[in-house]
């Protein structure tokens, strides 16, 4: 059996995603490890970053963003087909830019692929998510959280990534350019792991969640939309009061270490009292969010209201 693994991503380094951390959180278990690279800017690190690392399974393969072609965030997605289509393992391992997989998921994760290796109903393994906020000790519990994702699939020609990369779907005789096609498109049958993805994509420092949010804006709306919210300041980051956040009290990955000691943004952030009134509250902040969190969570056993889910879950 072999696992491939595989990303994509532009501007990591500058973006301040843990790119490097997110590939050496899975080598252990890998056989080799794709990265679809785009056209950084010439400030950015990230191919050092990664070449830094300097494994032997890790193959760099040079791409060009065309959010014009691929508008509404599916360059995310062509970036990710570009990165699997060059995967030669019978499973293929995908991990966003900031997605992290703790060392003690490892085994189990392996264990998995090689318990369905040969029952080709399962088309891919279904994870649980921990989204991190602010810093790195409050993650969501939030209703209209995603809780579950597809990250491992089959190397299956007909599996593409859908919509904005944030997960897969079957589509036959795709074109390559609407990936966010409905219909002629079919969820993954997948089996449930027992383990977490760390998403860190909401933790970094206020000023550099700006530069992403407007990034991840440009990648969706197009630059003439964001040069238009530039001028009403829509990228002012606030991330809030975290009190009414989950508490995490665990150990992080040990890829992890180095970067959290690099959180310095403490006395930006806002631990209790009420949120600023000058800005648009944060979809968790709102009544009608944390009332279907509390029933979530108080009534209905961490059931989710109305949850979309984007697969086909296989009972044991």
């Not at 393969?61 to 087909?81: F, L």
């Not at 992403?212 to 990648?219: C, F, G, H, R, S």
């Not at 056993?301 to 979309?308: M, P, R, V």
């Amino acid at each position: 059996m072999r696992i491939s693994g595989f990303t994509m991503a532009k501007n990591a380094d500058k973006l301040y995603y843990p790119m490097k951390q997110a590939i050496m959180s899975i080598l252990p278990i890998v056989d080799e490890f794709i990265v679809a690279l785009g056209d950084n800017d010439i400030d950015d690190n990230t191919r050092k970053e990664i070449e830094s690392i300097g494994d032997p399974k890790i193959k760099i393969i040079d791409t060009v963003w065309d959010i014009n072609k691929y508008s509404r965030g599916t360059e995310n997605a062509h970036q990710t087909d570009i990165a699997k289509e060059n995967c030669t393992g019978d499973w293929l391992f995908y991990l966003q830019a900031d997605e992290v997989i703790h060392e003690k998921f490892l085994d189990e994760i392996k264990l998995s692929c090689e318990k369905h290796l040969h029952d080709k109903n399962v088309e891919g393994l279904l994870f649980d998510y921990k989204h991190f906020w602010g810093d790195y000790n409050h993650y969501h519990v939030s209703h209209g959280w995603y809780r579950k994702e597809i990250r491992i699939v089959r190397n299956n020609p007909e599996i593409h990534s859908w919509e904005s990369a944030q997960s897969f779907r079957r589509i036959p005789n795709f074109d390559g350019i609407d990936y966010r096609q409905q219909e002629n498109t079919y969820k993954l049958k997948v089996k449930q792991l027992k383990a977490e993805v760390y998403h860190y994509g909401w933790v970094r420092p206020p000023k550099l969640m700006r530069n992403k949010t407007k990034a991840l804006a440009t990648i969706h709306k197009g630059a003439e939309k964001v040069a238009e919210m530039e001028k009403n300041k829509k990228f002012d980051f606030d991330y809030g009061p975290l009190n009414i956040l989950k508490q995490f009290t665990e150990p992080h990955p040990k890829v992890m270490q180095d970067w959290i000691t690099k959180f310095d943004w403490a006395d930006e952030l806002q631990y209790s009292g009420k949120p600023n009134t000058d800005r648009i509250k944060h979809k968790h902040e709102k009544i009608k969010y944390r009332l279907a969190t509390f029933i979530e969570q108080n009534i209905l056993n961490n059931k989710s209201l109305g949850e979309f889910k984007n697969y086909i879950l296989i009972k044991d």
